[in-house]
């Protein structure tokens, strides 16, 4: 019995050198030094790449100065949400530590939900603060709703024309990205037709598109049919089309090819929605929820109403009036309809804008 206690005392006396020599031996820079250390970190000289705008998607890289780095890598950080502003993240990137004065990198993404400043609380090798990054409050005088449009790479207003300018890269997984982009996605869900899925040869590409709707949308004398290609712009900075396929069909098998959240790219590689836009009906907001907007000015709404029912007396230009949450006065709206012509029927209801693409 004594001998059975004394091996187990013995075991363990091993057991605690070989733990702490493993740790050593993995951050080991070969002088002794195992920890990355520095004297002081600077957030009040940090820097961003990029400025951020309420309601508009935001991806940078923020930039912190340190002093008394002692030359050792350190590992990747955990997400920061952002406090103040929120809606933003923060993250460390992995790196080695100059010696002596250098900076720490960090990503951020995210979409800021309000104007003001978003504050991160960082901590790196036991010195905290607190980095802040100022949240515009848009284009001066744009209605906020136009704020929505959070795929935009830039929205201005000269007081007439909002300007609304997109990369037109979709913020969700499509089959039609390239297989080496993180959005790649192979196709699963249902196709918008419930038929079987059959997917196009076109990939996604990025775009350069500039459409200009007027603030104040108005009725037209005459209703202008809407083109092919784009005929205005979803929330997510992806164009809408048309109820037609090339060459002025009706989309029938076309349908087949949308993704899960029911695009695709044409084939310049321009994605683009002809239907609801499933992703945002059912992720980022809801099936009653503000789509976008036509050229026209005039909004698209998706497939119900607040209150759960299917728009009712929608006339031929796929429209009709009465107030919604963003419009509270009432407001001339599209709505997308199961059926065709799914956005938009004999034209615009009011005069459009210009797109170029
Ligand atoms: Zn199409
Ligand atoms: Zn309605």
New binding site residues.
């Given amino acids: 019995m004594q001998f059975k206690e004394l091996r187990c005392i013995i075991s363990m006396i091993f057991l605690v050198p070989v733990i702490s020599c493993t740790k050593n031996g993995s951050a080991d820079n070969g002088g002794g030094i195992t920890t990355a250390s520095i004297s002081a970190l600077a957030c009040s000289s940090g820097s961003f790449s990029a400025p951020a705008t309420v309601n508009i998607a935001y991806a940078a890289t923020a930039t912190v100065p340190y002093s008394g780095g002692n030359g050792v890598a350190y590992t990747s950080g955990t997400t920061i949400a952002s406090t103040g502003v929120s809606g933003l993240t923060l993250t460390l990137q992995a790196g080695t530590l100059v010696t002596g004065t250098g900076n720490l990198s960090y990503t951020v993404s995210g979409t800021p939900a309000s104007a003001g400043t978003a504050s991160f609380a960082i901590s790196f090798a036991g010195y905290n603060c607190t980095l802040s990054l100022p949240v515009n409050n848009g284009a001066p005088g744009l209605p906020p709703v136009y704020n929505k449009i959070y795929g935009a790479t830039s929205i201005t207003f000269d007081g007439t024309w909002v300007t609304i300018k997109t990369s037109d890269q979709p913020d969700h997984k499509s089959v039609y990205y390239p297989v080496a982009n993180p959005l790649y996605e192979a196709f699963s869900g249902t196709t918008f037709g419930g038929g079987t899925f059959a997917k196009a040869p076109n990939t996604i590409a990025s775009q350069n598109i500039t459409l200009k709707i007027p603030v104040n949308p108005a009725m037209a004398g005459t209703h202008a049919s809407t083109p092919m290609g784009v005929i205005g712009v979803a929330l997510d900075g992806v164009p809408f ?1 048309n109820q037609y ?1 090339a060459g002025g069909s009706p ?1 029938g098998a ?1 349908m087949n090819g949308f993704d899960q959240w029911w695009g ?1 790219p ?1 084939m310049t590689g321009m994605y ?1 929605y ?1 239907v609801e836009p499933k992703y945002l009906t059912t992720v980022k907001a809801t099936p009653f929820a503000l789509m976008g907007f036509l050229l026209d000015g005039f909004p698209v709404y998706g497939p119900q109403e607040e209150n759960g029912t299917a728009p009712a007396g929608l006339d031929v230009y796929h429209g009709h009036t009465h107030a919604t949450a963003d419009f509270p006065g009432g407001i001339y709206h599209y709505h997308f309809t199961a059926s065709a012509p799914y956005i938009n029927g004999n034209g615009f209801w009011g005069t459009p804008g210009t797109v170029i693409q």
């Fill in positions: 089309f396929a989309l076309e695709h044409q683009h002809h």
